[in-house]
């Protein structure tokens, strides 16, 4: 089955880019990883669809690029893809690139391609708490790049960090800040769970979740109260409990950091209420989901 894509605002079935590509060669695509669920009500519903395509705003900026769309023409496509693959729950992954073939780095005033596919995507790390490997790669810093962007050459560093932890036989990694901080996984944000008291790093490092906001503002119905702040990587055996939160990885609790073990009850806690969210059970939250209609 061909993969039916949205580009340049028409439906394209396969298309490819040319070799002499930009981005290919420099990493100068801005992206956004987005889900869609099967609703209890029987509808599709898009989690947050509107802050994503906000996000992919401010990353384009960021790299100077003029999206020949709108909002709500990509918030559309997004809907498009879902319904022309006829998917049911699907993970949908708008990007704009650097669309050119001149060698050179300066990208102002060039062509910008916008694209839209969307595929069956289960959760990234699987259903099952993950191990997890402290990263000899610190996380891209604000002096060096803009980490609150989605670029896509950042995550040549998510790369690196998720090879490494893989070849030492883990799930994922976490990698630190340059101050020696906890930062975040590879793609992911981090929580940490002591008692009724959630913390996540407050580091100017991280990619700042869309998810990660949405457990911020969950836990005070469960009863937890958050600590955003410096996490150091020596108050690790302090804590209870520790969770990946993203779009791709959904809420994914974690049972080992190194060689520190964690329970996985209040991650599981969260875990459920989140998916409950996601599929439109919690009525508080029905405004963070777009129906496709
Ligand atoms: C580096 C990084 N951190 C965190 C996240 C989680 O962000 P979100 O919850 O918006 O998907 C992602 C995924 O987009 C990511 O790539």
Same mark, same amino acid.
């Given at each position: 089955?061909?993969?039916?894509?949205?580009?340049?605002?028409?439906?394209?079935?396969?298309?490819?880019?040319?070799?002499?590509?930009?981005?290919?060669? *420099?990493?100068?695509?801005?992206?956004?990883?987005?889900?869609?669920?099967?609703?209890?009500?029987?509808?599709?519903?898009?989690?947050?669809?509107?802050?994503?395509?906000?996000?992919?705003?401010?990353?384009?900026?960021?790299?100077?690029?003029?999206?020949?769309?709108?909002? @709500? @023409?990509?918030?559309?496509?997004?809907?498009?893809?879902?319904?022309?693959?006829?998917?049911?729950?699907?993970?949908?992954?708008?990007?704009?690139?650097?669309?050119?073939?001149?060698?050179?780095?300066?990208?102002?005033? @060039?062509?910008?391609?916008?694209?839209?596919?969307?595929?069956?995507?289960?959760?990234?790390?699987?259903?099952?708490?993950?191990?997890?490997?402290?990263?000899?790669?610190?996380?891209?810093?604000?002096?060096?790049?803009?980490?609150?962007?989605?670029?896509?050459?950042?995550?040549?560093?998510?790369?690196?960090?998720?090879?490494?932890?893989? @070849?030492?036989?883990?799930?994922?990694?976490?990698?630190?800040?340059?101050?020696?901080?906890?930062?975040?996984?590879?793609?992911?944000?981090?929580?940490?769970?002591?008692?009724?008291?959630?913390?996540?790093?407050?580091?100017?490092?991280?990619?700042?979740?869309?998810?990660?906001?949405?457990?911020?503002?969950?836990?005070?119905?469960?009863?937890?109260?958050?600590?955003?702040?410096?996490?150091?990587?020596?108050?690790?055996?302090?804590?209870?409990?520790?969770?990946?939160?993203?779009?791709?990885?959904?809420?994914?609790?974690?049972?080992?950091?190194?060689?520190?073990?964690?329970?996985?009850?209040?991650?599981?806690?969260?875990?459920? *209420?989140?998916?409950?969210?996601?599929?439109?059970?919690?009525?508080?939250?029905?405004?963070?989901?777009?129906?496709?209609?």
């Amino acid at each position: 089955m061909p993969l039916k894509v949205w580009y340049n605002g028409k439906i394209v079935e396969d298309p490819t880019v040319p070799i002499t590509c930009h981005a290919l060669h *420099y990493g100068t695509a801005v992206f956004e990883g987005i889900r869609c669920y099967r609703l209890t009500g029987g509808e599709l519903g898009i989690f947050r669809l509107r802050d994503h395509i906000d996000r992919f705003f401010r990353s384009a900026r960021v790299l100077r690029m003029n999206i020949k769309f709108t909002r @709500e @023409e990509l918030m559309n496509a997004c809907k498009k893809v879902v319904v022309e693959n006829d998917l049911d729950d699907a993970y949908m992954r708008p990007i704009a690139f650097y669309n050119f073939g001149r060698i050179g780095l300066n990208v102002k005033n @060039e062509n910008v391609d916008v694209a839209v596919f969307a595929i069956n995507f289960p959760s990234y790390l699987g259903n099952n708490a993950v191990r997890v490997k402290i990263s000899s790669y610190r996380r891209i810093h604000p002096m060096i790049s803009d980490p609150r962007a989605k670029l896509s050459g950042h995550y040549l560093n998510s790369v690196l960090a998720t090879l490494e932890a893989r @070849e030492m036989g883990y799930d994922e990694a976490i990698m630190l800040d340059l101050e020696g901080n906890i930062a975040e996984g590879p793609g992911e944000n981090i929580f940490f769970v002591k008692d009724n008291v959630l913390v996540t790093p407050s580091s100017d490092s991280i990619l700042e979740g869309i998810t990660r906001d949405s457990v911020i503002k969950l836990a005070n119905d469960l009863g937890f109260e958050v600590q955003i702040r410096n996490v150091s990587v020596h108050e690790l055996e302090c804590f209870d409990e520790a969770f990946f939160t993203g779009t791709a990885a959904e809420i994914t609790p974690i049972r080992q950091i190194n060689n520190i073990t964690y329970r996985v009850e209040a991650s599981k806690e969260i875990q459920k *209420y989140y998916m409950d969210i996601v599929r439109g059970k919690v009525e508080k939250y029905l405004n963070w989901i777009e129906i496709v209609k």
